[in-house]
């Protein structure tokens, strides 16, 4: 039988292999390149600070970037402080037990709810039955329970890299558990879980699903005024232009594209350089 | 009162630490409430084998078969097509690329999974589209296929990260003791490395095919929505993401449809949930 030399063998194997790494880059290039290009010449002080106008052929975008703005604060706002709690929970409390083992795959499976499942339980529950209405805070309520799992891990996973030793010392030196969690934990942990809330940010900037019966509508003639109102959202902005209005100027969809991706790409940026900053600084 | 201060926070944490499981309980609880109302006036055989999908017509037709072929397609075409190239990738990745060179490629494929599903829905409709449409000589360039290719492209970053978590993961000692034994670096990687790494990898394909299923803008912005039962993966197709999410905004509330979409979300959750909980085992077993 035919058989490849091994030194060969090893030769077309990596090359198959770098032809498969690119082909999984190429998308992103090929994505950041085709809305940069075609956004940029949209994207003035104008665009970014009126009104649309005309059936949103043409002005600005402002209300959907307020809008995405205040759902996205709320959300995390919410999520942040029950997660890291959750995540304290579980790694300075919990025991190995059944109950601990059934949280562990709550929160797994919580990360794999689809987002429109979360809109529908959003509609369901907030909307519908707790008739807050589609509003700023049903929908940032909806992305805060989606993003509940994400925070919670990359919580953990900080709390978790802080020495065990850290907390010995604290603790002999007659500190209380919650003390020390406080005082020396948190401190050291904090720059994770910093980091991971900036990524959560990002992410549900750009989801669309879970707001769109919870909080997103068509169009508002008005800016934001209360968490009770419904808003416009960049995300859903973008889906209705792109595909509900006919005659739409492409120049102004890829610019309410690229205005998006920026907005979620510089925040995951900020965290990527958080991430390693801190981890240069670590002490240990 | 630092004692009262201790039990209190560890009150809250755990409050805290067990809203994950209510919020499950929840989220299954309100699908079920609305799902179960509709299977007692439709028929939960009907649901699922109806061959039809039509909400608005008298008398109106629930029938999900059309739309959970329409979600299989797409999902097997984009696992064939992002299994293999993610989890090459990953070797590549994890295993060859020099150092430098492996942390360029890891930022890019984390950039990928940042970008926001409208935004590939949109680059997909004015880029792939028309291309499709044309190599093909197809009526329509919205088609399954169409929607595979952008949901494989969707589904590469989850496989790469955590299958090349698995194959990092794998004890050095292994790869020592092949090369020790005089085999090439490939050889290495493909018995030794890549069968440690299997489970891990397994989990990792789990979790991405699970995010493809439940994707749900840029399926309904590239599939081109039509509810029947697809010949080939060159015909537009709906999912049940894309149903959902195309028609809640037109139903009655507490209506027939409006429950109709619950069980359907139902069927979703419930099968993520398999998916995701499959995905843990393994990966349950590949850190031990």
């Known amino acids: 039988m035919f058989r490849l030399n091994p030194k060969l063998s090893q030769k077309l194997s990596y090359a198959l292999l770098f032809c498969a790494t690119i082909f999984v880059i190429i998308p992103v290039v090929f994505i950041l390149f085709i809305i940069i290009k075609n956004g940029a010449s949209a994207i003035t002080w104008e665009f970014l600070t009126s009104m649309p106008r005309n059936g949103m052929r043409s002005g600005g975008i402002l209300p959907a970037i307020l809008g995405t703005l205040s759902i996205v604060s709320c959300a995390i706002c919410i999520t942040l402080p029950i997660g890291v709690s959750a995540a304290i929970y579980l790694n300075e409390y919990a025991k190995d037990n059944l109950l601990t083992r059934i949280i562990k795959l709550a929160i797994v499976n919580l990360a794999g709810v689809p987002s429109v499942v979360y809109g529908l339980f959003g509609l369901g529950i907030f909307v519908m039955f707790f008739k807050l209405g589609v509003s700023i805070i049903a929908g940032a309520l909806t992305l805060s329970i989606m993003e509940l799992p994400v925070i919670i891990t990359t919580a953990r996973g900080a709390l978790n890299s802080v020495p065990y030793s850290f907390r010995e010392a604290s603790m002999s030196l007659g500190v209380s558990r919650w003390q020390t969690i406080r005082y020396i934990v948190l401190p050291n942990a904090l720059p994770g879980i910093l980091t991971g809330a900036i990524l959560s940010i990002a992410r549900i900037s750009g989801e669309t699903a879970p707001i769109l019966f919870t909080a997103a509508a068509f169009y508002v003639p008005h800016l934001p005024g209360s968490i009770f109102d419904q808003v416009m959202a960049l995300p859903y902005h973008l889906f209705i232009i792109s595909t509900q209005i006919p005659n739409m100027p492409k120049n102004i969809i890829f610019g309410t594209a690229l205005v998006l991706l920026m907005l979620v790409l510089s925040m995951s940026l900020i965290a990527i350089i958080a991430r390693l900053y801190f981890r240069k600084r670590r002490k240990w | ?288």
């Open chain 2, 1 to 288: 009162m630092r004692k009262i201060i201790d039990s209190v926070m560890e009150t809250i944490v755990f409050i805290c630490g067990i809203l994950s499981i209510v919020f499950v309980a929840l989220i299954f609880g309100f699908l079920l409430k609305e799902g179960f109302a509709f299977f007692k006036e439709f028929g939960v055989i009907n649901f699922i084998t109806g061959r039809f999908w039509y909400p608005v017509s008298n008398p109106p037709q629930f029938g999900i078969l059309p739309l959970i072929v329409g979600s299989l397609l797409v999902t097997v075409g984009a696992a064939v097509i992002a299994v293999p190239m993610g989890v090459m990738a990953a070797l590549y990745i994890s295993e060859i690329a020099p150092k430098g060179v492996r942390d360029i490629l890891k930022s890019f494929v984390e950039l990928m999974a940042a970008i926001p599903s409208v935004v590939i829905g949109f680059v997909g409709m004015v880029t792939i589209v028309p291309i499709i449409r044309m190599t093909f000589n197809l009526p329509t360039g919205l088609t399954a296929f169409t929607g595979s290719l952008m949901l494989a492209f969707m589904a590469m970053p989850t496989i790469v990260t955590i299958s090349e978590d698995a194959i990092r993961s794998v004890p050095w000692a292994y790869k020592e003791g092949a090369l020790a034994l005089g085999a090439t670096r490939w050889q290495t990687v493909r018995r030794i490395v890549l069968k440690a790494a299997m489970p891990g990898i397994v989990a990792a394909v789990m979790l991405g095919i699970g995010r493809v299923i439940g994707e749900t803008m840029a399926v309904m912005m590239i599939t081109g929505n039509a509810a029947q039962i697809p010949h080939s993966i060159f015909e537009p197709v709906r999912t049940m993401t894309a149903t959902i999410a195309a028609e809640m905004g037109e139903t009655v509330r507490g209506g027939m449809h409006y429950r109709a979409l619950f069980a359907l979300g139902f069927v979703l959750f419930v099968i993520t949930f398999i998916v995701n909980f499959v995905a843990d085992l393994f990966s349950g077993k590949s850190k031990k």
